[in-house]
């Protein structure tokens, strides 16, 4: 109990989750709380969570997460301490399909085609290209504050912060009314925007403009991949934390009154036997809570009650085919003739698919290339309920090997509800709400050095580093 009153560091601390959340929570309270204190890690499947890949014929292909912006600078961060290397992306053409035919056959919608996509939508492009520069140069304020020490207790004073209210904003208005506003012509949003809502989200144009913004920034150029596969970072940083990795579901927090502090006490499950182990100082609950997500974790004891959290996550299917394409259906009866690495679909209410792309493996040998359609290829096909047979004939000629991945993949974001809180109760803090602003690798790892951040401020009494204001100045007028 008189841990927090003489200023000594925690010495239990337990994060829920070894998802790129929880890991990087993890190595941020290690680097913020020093050597001592015991950090235990919860992970009831596998380390990575929405990091996964699957094997096709001797070669591993990322199922969950498996693109990450150059400026996505936490993950860059992390590739570069833990020794991993960066695998760019093989270049290659992207069409889009209405379900019919392909509409649009562009090559790169940043560079390449400019010309192309100008003749076709005009300044909506320049305008679109703008408009999301804007807003990841005021995201990029993030990194600055969080390396000045500044936490935020809310997903609103973070993005407040920022951007000010016109980042709350775009967490509550449609995407699609903010690039009416900005004069995007409505054939750019359902021949372009659409397409790209639909293969980052499994969603339309109805979505928030702030995780928009994000769909939009993934669908730049300037992406990479991490050699070997994505989880390899989450794996890596419970090493770098010195964390314990407990193979265990929590089933239930309570809070234990000890004298002026309180303490939580942890239930799990590991091999069908029930566990608790008492005496956590601060816990971080690194995976989706809202009901549908299944977590399975439970909260007695707290009082007031912790109220649930509303909206539910979207289920995604990624399905990795190994086989022959069947371009036909695309309109191409030649395979040879066939110039397309990726296809994307218009918002068709018959599209039983969102998008079909040649994928590359995560280690990619000096001499990989792409295979032409007219050979067996590996493909991603993105899809709102697993493919039927029928539906995999209609894609593919014939195929040796399919995987099937469910996810409850990101948020369903068209509940237009407002975003979860980040603390539950004095230090017990929920990262995942960030998703709800928006769902990247990216987005998780942000949340992870503002949650270490907090714990340590809140654990230290050190009201000045939370939700300052005018932090831009703040930061240039610092020693
Ligand atoms: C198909 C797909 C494609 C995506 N593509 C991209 C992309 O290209 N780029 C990008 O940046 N993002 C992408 N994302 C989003 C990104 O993967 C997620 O935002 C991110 O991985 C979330 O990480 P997290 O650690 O917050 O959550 P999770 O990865 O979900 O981690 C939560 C972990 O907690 C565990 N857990 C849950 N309950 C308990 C419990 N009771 N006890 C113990 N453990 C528990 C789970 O098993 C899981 O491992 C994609 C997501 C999907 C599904
Ligand atoms: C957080 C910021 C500023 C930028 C992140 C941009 C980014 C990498 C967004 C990706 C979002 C996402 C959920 C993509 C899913 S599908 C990706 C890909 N098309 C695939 O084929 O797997």
Known sequence: GSAQLDGAQPSKIAVVGAGIGGTATAHFLRQHFGPEVQIDVFEKEEVGGRLATVTVNHNDYESGGSIIHSLNLHMQDFVKQLGLKYRRSVAGKTAV???????????????????????????????????????????????????????????????????????????????????????????????????????????????????GAVSLAGAQTNLWAVEGGNKLVCSGLLKLANANLLQAQVTSISPLHTGETVQFQLGFTTDGETHSEAAYDVVVLATPLQDSADSGVRFHGFSPPLAPLPGAYQHTVATVVHGYLNTSYFGFPDPRLFPFASVLTMDAPELFFNSAASVCPVNISAGFRRKQPQEAGVYKVFSPRPLSKAQLKTLFRSYYSVQLTEWLAYPEYSSGQGLPPVELHPNLYYLNGIEWAGSAMEMSSVAAKNIALLAYHRWNRQADMVDQKDLMHKIKTEL
């Open 97 to 211: 399909f209405d379900g019919d035919a392909v509409v649009l056959e562009e090559t790169d919608w940043y560079l390449l085609d400019l010309f192309g996509l100008w003749w076709r939508y005009g300044i909506s492009f320049l305008r679109l290209q703008m408009w999301v520069e804007e807003i990841m140069e005021k995201f990029m304020r993030i990194y600055k504050y969080q390396a000045h020490g500044y936490a935020f207790s809310s997903v609103e004073e973070l993005l407040a912060s920022l951007g000010g209210s016109g980042f709350i904003n775009m967490t509550q208005r449609p995407l699609s009314d903010s690039l009416v506003e900005l004069g995007v012509s409505q054939r750019f949003i359902d021949e372009i925007i659409a397409p790209i809502m639909r293969v980052n989200y499994n969603q339309n144009v109805s979505i928030p403009a702030f995780v």
